[in-house]
């Protein structure tokens, strides 16, 4: 199956982000649970947590060359937004 790219997403707070899709749907993503994995403990750091840019293609964010987040597990797992 084909999943909606990602085109734009932003951080709210310090563990959540708003991810737009483009089939125009937003959600909202908590990465609280994945911040007792080892890979993900820099965006405990909110200035680093709010640098989040879309990679190019729209298939993840990224925070640098580790740490990304799939276009999969943003659509599958965020909360939709009204």
Do not use: C, R
């Not at 999943?3 to 937003?26: G, M, Q, R």
């Not at 964010?61 to 599958?76: A, G, Q, T």
């Amino acid at each position: 199956m084909q999943y909606p790219k990602i085109k734009s997403a932003s951080a709210i707070d310090n563990h959540t982000l708003i991810v737009e899709f483009d089939n125009s749907e937003t959600k909202k993503y908590d990465i609280s649970p994945l911040l007792n994995k080892d890979m993900f403990t820099p965006l405990k750091n909110p200035a680093f947590f709010k640098a989040v840019k879309v990679e190019q293609g729209g298939y993840a964010v990224v925070w640098n060359s580790e740490i990304d987040i799939s276009e999969y597990e943003l659509w599958k797992h965020g909360k939709a937004m009204p």
